[in-house]
């Protein structure tokens, strides 16, 4: 009484190419979006990262892998730097696992602002770097 008779459908005939290039669509755009979101910054990210671990000195201050805040004190020829993390303690490290060079040190060759010394009746000009963090707070260099 209630059930009514079930007919079967006839197959829907073969629909070529443009059914399938409809179904993969998504998957292409997903594809196009983890590239250009994802993939493409980790890569330059990683590019930068080998340029700044090939260009560490003698004298930079850098951040290893495990918090430790040192300054490099030998870059040997292999994979291999010594940090002083402090005074007349030295560690050989991995150049991999520095993970920021906090401050690059000059070249040489380079000539900087104050490169040149004073001569011996002009006046030095004062320390300000030793005033700490509270003179800092106050606007003071």
Known sequence: MFVSTAYAQ???PAGGGGDMLVQFA???????????????????????????LSAIR?????VTGGGIIGVVTKVGTDDEITVE?????????LR???????????PAGKSGGDAAPAAEGEAKPADTTATGGIGKLFGRK
């Open 96 to 106: 991999s696992t520095v993970n920021l060079v906090l401050a690059k040190t000059e």
């Open 10 to 12: 006839t197959a829907a």
């Open 58 to 62: 003698r004298g930079d201050r850098v």
């Open 26 to 52: 998504p998957l292409i755009l997903i594809f196009v979006v983890f590239y250009f979101l994802l993939i493409r910054p980790q890569q330059k990210k990683m590019k930068e990262h080998k340029a700044m």
């Open 85 to 93: 993390i402090a005074e007349n303690v030295r560690v050989r490290c």
